[in-house]
């Protein structure tokens, strides 16, 4: 669902409508200071804020992001602090707060589960962002780009009030992980209150993957799966067998180790569901017709009006979509994470290669860094989307830097709250047939209820 796109209003109407709506958690602690910088229009986090259990520390937040009015165009956001392994304590706080925002927004006056989705591969914000979220109540934690063991102990170290601990990977011969850890007993000055457990439903996109998490969790940590096939918008699990270019790089085609048996996933007994290019009432009838309990839907509701998608980019979207022109590429390339990442090929975006030659590479937001070992035995952190010359002073390979983009920025950008720092990048999954069904023409829109409408037949 990309930075911020499926925030709390798209969460809230799907899930109004009976189905599991999802918040995007990944960087909330850098989105939510951008809106209290614009004025908070209608102040909505301010009154979610206002709920939070702690309020000095919810103060705190306020004082230093919110601008009455908004900051004048063109005036560059305040900065918020990069994670590290050592968080500043108004970090720690922007990330228990913005979470809790968001999830607490998302379920207000709404009976029905919400969920919030994070990826493995941004780590540090994890002890922090889950507790903001289970002081909200959020009922289901959803988590990819990685293999994310660790969550279920995390979760029931929150839901216990004991001190959370998550291990890092850390590049280094000597140094091969580091942990980090939240008291938030200590934190906040007092016990937390009472939580439910929410449920975890780790994104998988083979039977390896789910055989791994029934192997190596106790039973009753996986509520279920949420499956997705190489078709979904983006990051995507590697081919299982890559086939190389004349340069020897990898390119996004996936043969059949890439296909899920169904039927032996189905056999563990545990509820899964189905993402990547089935948003239609035959493929949802197909996905129960093999076991699941359903499908994941993400780029009809991105293009929906409740979605936060920048509105000009979001027409421009379903306009060439609905007359067929739209075209999406797998970027083995852009992320840092080295996964690959679905592109729309836009105008004025970084998919063009004249506009990312005519950036600035940047990494000033930190979200995708990797940790490594420094000669002193210190951990350092490199993003390869950085300067080449700051990536190879820090020991990475400059072949690893080529064709890198900062999502962290270019996201930001293509959900309307960028600055100056990165043109937006887009990502959308391969499929977006639906839109005739729900578009009288080209220049039409429709809303998450719609959506829900035409899957559900």
Aim: hydrophobic share 40%; charged share 20%.
């Amino acid at each position: 669902m990309g930075v911020y796109i499926s925030g709390w209003r798209l969460a809230r109407a799907v899930s109004r409508e009976g189905q599991l709506g999802t918040v995007s958690g990944v960087a909330l602690e850098r989105i939510v200071p951008r809106i209290l910088q614009k004025g908070d229009p209608d102040g909505h986090i301010r009154r979610a804020l206002s709920h939070f259990p702690f309020p000095s520390v919810a103060e705190k937040v306020m004082e230093t992001y919110f601008v009455e009015g908004g900051i004048p165009p063109g005036t560059p956001f305040k900065a918020v602090p990069v994670f590290t392994v050592h968080p500043t304590p108004l970090l720690i706080a922007l990330t228990v707060c913005s979470n809790f925002a968001f999830v607490w927004l998302a379920k207000e006056n709404n009976p029905n589960p919400i969920s919030v989705n994070y990826l493995e591969k941004v780590a540090m914000p994890h002890a922090y962002a889950i507790t903001g979220a289970m002081l909200a109540g959020v009922d289901f934690i959803t988590m990819g780009a990685g293999i994310p063991l660790q969550i279920p102990k995390l979760i029931e170290d929150i839901v216990e009030g004991r001190e959370a601990t998550y291990r890092i990977p850390v590049i280094g011969r000597n140094i091969t992980s580091y942990t980090m850890t939240f008291d938030a007993k200590k934190f906040f000055g007092s016990d937390l209150p009472k939580m439910k457990k929410p449920g975890f439903i780790p994104i998988i996109s083979s039977n390896l993957l789910a055989n791994i998490f029934m192997k190596k969790l106790p039973p009753g940590s996986v509520y279920g799966f949420v499956v997705e096939e190489p078709t979904a918008g983006g990051h995507n699990a590697p081919p299982r067998k890559p086939i190389l270019d004349e340069n020897g790089n990898p390119e996004p085609i996936y043969g059949e180790k890439d296909i899920v048996d169904y039927s032996a996933l189905a056999s563990l007994g545990i509820p899964f569901w189905i993402g990547g290019a089935h948003a239609s009432p035959k493929k949802l009838k197909w996905a129960l017709s093999v076991g699941a309990e359903g499908i994941q839907a993400g780029s009809i509701f991105a293009l929906s009006e409740e979605s936060n998608m920048d509105p000009d980019i979001r027409k421009k979207i379903r306009t060439l979509g609905f007359e067929g022109k739209l075209s999406i590429n797998t970027d083995m390339r852009i992320s840092p994470t080295g996964f690959p990442f679905k592109v729309a090929d836009l105008e004025n975006t970084i998919a063009k290669s004249e506009v990312y030659d005519s950036r600035t590479r940047i990494c000033n937001q930190g979200e995708l860094v990797s940790l490594y070992e420094r000669p002193d035995g210190t951990i350092g952190y490199r993003c390869p989307a950085e300067p080449f010359d700051k990536f190879e002073n820090k020991g990475g390979n400059s072949a690893d830097a080529v064709g890198r983009g900062c999502l962290c920025n270019g996201l930001f950008s293509s959900a309307g709250l960028g600055g100056e720092e990165e043109p937006p990048v887009v990502t959308m999954g391969d499929d977006v047939s639906f839109l005739p069904f729900l578009m009288k023409d080209a220049e039409d829109s429709y809303s998450a209820s719609q959506a829900i409408e035409y899957l559900l037949g």
